[in-house]
């Protein structure tokens, strides 16, 4: 256990960050799988309708460091990809 004030405070803003930043990263998991599902069943309609909350989302993910920002490019470049092959 922390000793300090500073050390319990840390220890708290820790705790609070690991929670919002694996929630984030739990969203855009769910959001990628669905996404993917959409893709194999091949409705394009409902990925075109998707796409704004999939951008919204690796941006924001990108931006507060859950991934990277590459990353966060490549995976809508291979999506927005993947739906005018449908």
Known sequence: ???TESSRKSLRQTKTRRARNAKRK???KVLLKKTRLLIS?????ELKALMPEIQKTLDKSA???IIKTNKARRTKSRIEKAITKI
Do not use: A, R, S
């Not at 069943?41 to 309609?45: A, P, R, T």
């Open 1 to 3: 256990m922390p000793n």
């Open 26 to 28: 739990d969203t855009l």
């Open 41 to 45: 069943e091949k409705k394009k309609e």
């Open 63 to 65: 931006k507060v460091k």
